[in-house]
Every structure is written in structure tokens, then in C-alpha cells.
């Protein structure tokens, strides 16, 4: 990458900060949420649903913003606010048209999720994307990456509930066992409206702030919550 590139990343980078700076300074008196998020989001949740602040993010596995946003601001949020019962945090699916392969791994992740083992895979597939991201299903290295994440036992039920739906195309396939997740997930970000990913929502004592998107870093991230956890 060349040092146009980066000083526009930055750019982009910065801007984002402060457009979340704004958005989130006051809560929102509009800001809904689908009465119905939690019907099927709770097995892609992390921590304790009684937790004071809730982040719900909207994502596409094959994002490469979404990628850095996973790497570099939740996972120490999972690993410090989330494994502390600071933060309740959940994970919405929303592939992307122009991602081949995002829906494919949200159908892996939702097929783990079922089983009661999100994390493990949803880690793997953010750990490992440039790696999936070149071939995709063709040489079956996502599935290699989600069965090294999974105990022999726990693939082979994650691979029963895959039959079906491996497909190197854009094209939903009819009869796939976990579609009706990812499709409720992008029936919800639609109503936000969710216009790129990653998009997060943050909700604490009994208000939503507006949505946020773009790459926002950890120590922005943790300034904002130690705020939030400081009022009463």
C-alpha cells in the first residue's frame, strides 16, 4: 500500500472517530429497535444479557473494515468489558451483495451458533479472512478453518446442519437450514437502515444511541463506555 493509500485510510479513520464522537454525545429519542431482535440473536451473543451497556454490531465477515473492527476494538472488548459483565455483546449478520463468500461464513457461524459455539467460529472466520478470502468454498479452506476451531464431534453436528448450503455464488440456496437467521438479522438492519458495515448500536440505561459505523478504535470505544458505566 502506498502512502496515498494509507494517508486516506487515516483520513477515513479519523472522520469516523469524530462522526461517532457526535452521534453517540446524546441519546437518541428516535433511535428503535425491532421488538424482536433477541428471537434469534441470542445464540450469536457474547456475555450476560443483564449487563449495564448493550452493543449490538452488524457485520459481513468478507469486510475488510469489519475485519479490523473485530481484531482491533472488540476483541479486547470481548476479552476485558464483555468477560467482566460490563457489555452484553451481539452479533448481526449482514453480507454484503459484493462479498462472495460473506454469506457462506455467516451459514457456518450460524450453524456454530446453534450448537452453542459462536465465538469459537466466529473468531476463526475474522482470524483467518485473508486466508478464506481467496478461494473461498473452491478449496474448502473456510471450512478448514471453522473445523480447527470445533472438537471433531461439534464440526460433524455444524456439517449436518450445512447440508445444503455450501455454494460458491451470490445466490441464496432454498432449504438452507440457517438462512432464517441471516435474514432475520438483515431484516433488522434494514430498518435501522444499515448502509455499510460494520454498524454498531449501543444501549444503556434504557436508552439507544443512534448508530455508528466505520472503524472506531479501542481507546475511543473504551472512553465512551467507562462514560456510560460512570452514570447512573
Known sequence: MNRTSLRILALCAAAASLLFVFALSVPSATAQTPA????LSAEKSLGSPNAPIKIDVFSDYECPACDRFYEG?????I???VASGKVYLVHHDFPLPMHKYSREAARWANAAARIGHF????RALYDNQGAWT??????GSMEKFVQAALT???FKRVERLMQGCISDSHQEI???AVDAEIQHDIAAGQLIPVTQTPTFIVSAHGQSYPPAAG???WPLMKQFLDKLLGQK
Do not use: F, M
Open 134 to 139: 481467496e478461494n473461498g468454498t473452491l478449496d
Open 36 to 39: 424482536d431482535w433477541n428471537r
Open 73 to 77: 476494538t472488540l476483541r479486547p472488548l
Open 215 to 217: 472503524v472506531i478504535s
Open 119 to 122: 465465538e469459537a467460529v466466529d
Open 152 to 154: 471433531p464431534a461439534e
Open 174 to 176: 432454498k432449504g438452507c
Open 79 to 81: 476479552d476485558d468489558y
